[in-house]
């Protein structure tokens, strides 16, 4: 198993948990935010992250999927920490 496998997999697991868990906090006037979900989004970063830094500049060759399925990944992160920080009326 490559190294940087488990990270990019705990990434993906953070990211997929926010579909089902969540709390939403009250910011007063009647606008929330889920600060779960960018608990669980910020966690999910650092993995992926990790998970980046390990593959890039580990022993051997990165394969060719890791690219693609990397930043898919994190333009997931990044929308759905857009969806959990926007403040929804």
Do not use: C, E, K, Q
């Not at 868990?21 to 970063?45: C, E, K, S």
């Not at 998970?51 to 051997?60: F, L």
Request: charged content about 10%; overall charge positive; aromatic content about 12%.
């Amino acid at each position: 198993m490559p190294p940087f496998l488990p990270s990019l997999l705990v990434a993906a697991a953070l990211t997929a948990l926010t579909f089902v868990a969540g709390y939403p906090l009250d910011l007063g006037g009647g606008r929330r935010v889920d600060a779960l979900d960018a608990f669980l989004l910020a966690f999910a970063l650092i993995n992926l992250r990790l998970a980046w830094s390990g593959a890039t500049h580990g022993p051997g060759r990165t394969p060719g999927w890791f690219l693609p399925a990397g930043l898919l990944l994190a333009a997931l992160i990044t929308y759905r920490m857009f969806s959990a920080l926007t403040a929804a009326p």
